[in-house]
C-alpha cells in the first residue's frame, strides 16, 4: 500500500491514486515471510486512506484441519483472523470469515453493494496537524433529528483515526 518498484514499474502506492479505491484482501492471515511487521502493517493500512475488504478463509481452512492441530497452532488460526480483523477495521473497511466455499461469492456481492451505496465524508481539523499526528475520528449520526446520535441502530463502517502523512508529489 505504500508503493515500491516491480519490474520497473514505479507505484506510488493506492494512496497515491485518483478516485475512490479499496482493497479486497483474500488470506487466511497466516504470516509467512512478510518483510514487516504487524505493527508497521496496521499503520500502513490505517494511514493510506485505502478501505480493506478482507475475506479470511483460514477458518474454512481451520476446520477442515481442527483435528490434527496443536495448541499453538490453533491460536495461530485465531491470531490470523484477528489480523485480518485488525487491519480492514482500522483502514474503515470490512473483515468477513468465511466457514464455506460457497460463501465466498456471497460475500462479493455484499462488498460491491457496499461500494456503489456508501457516502464519503470530508474532515478538515481545526487545529494544524503535523506529520506523524494521530487524530481520532469519531461519527455521530442523528436520523430522527433528536439531537441523539443513533450509531446503535446503524450499521457504520468507518476509519477510527487517521494519521498525517507527507504528501509526495506525484
Given at each position: 500500500?505504500t508503493g515500491g518498484?516491480?519490474?520497473n514499474f ?13 482493497v ?7 504470516d ?13 493500512a490505517?494511514?493510506?486512506?485505502v478501505?480493506?475488504y478482507?475475506?479470511?478463509?483460514g477458518e474454512?481452512a ?7 492441530l ?9 491470531q490470523a483472523?484477528n ?19 460457497g460463501?465466498i461469492d456471497?460475500?462479493l456481492e455484499?462488498?460491491a453493494?457496499?461500494l ?9 481539523p481545526?487545529?494544524?496537524v503535523?506529520?506523524g499526528?494521530?487524530r ?6 442523528d436520523?430522527?433529528n ?6 446503535d441502530?446503524l ?10 502523512t ?5
Amino acid at each position: 500500500m505504500t508503493g515500491g518498484t516491480l519490474d520497473n514499474f514505479d507505484y506510488k502506492g493506492l494512496a497515491e491514486i485518483d478516485g475512490r479505491t479499496g482493497v479486497i484482501l483474500i488470506a487466511s492471515g497466516i504470516d509467512t515471510f512478510s518483510r514487516i511487521n504487524y505493527d508497521e502493517a496496521r499503520r500502513a493500512a490505517a494511514g493510506a486512506g485505502v478501505p480493506i475488504y478482507a475475506i479470511g478463509i483460514g477458518e474454512l481452512a481451520y476446520l477442515r484441519a481442527e483435528p490434527y492441530l496443536s495448541g499453538s497452532q490453533r491460536l495461530t488460526f485465531l491470531q490470523a483472523q484477528n489480523t485480518l480483523r485488525t487491519l480492514a477495521q482500522e483502514s474503515g473497511g470490512r473483515f468477513y470469515s468465511v466457514r464455506f466455499e460457497g460463501a465466498i461469492d456471497s460475500v462479493l456481492e455484499s462488498i460491491a453493494a457496499m461500494l456503489r451505496y456508501q457516502y464519503t465524508l470530508y474532515y478538515s481539523p481545526s487545529s494544524p496537524v503535523e506529520p506523524g499526528d494521530k487524530r481520532k475520528i469519531e461519527l455521530l449520526v442523528d436520523l430522527n433529528n433528536d439531537g441523539k446520535p443513533d450509531n446503535d441502530d446503524l450499521e457504520l463502517q468507518y476509519r477510527r483515526y487517521y494519521t498525517k502523512t507527507e504528501r509526495r508529489d506525484k
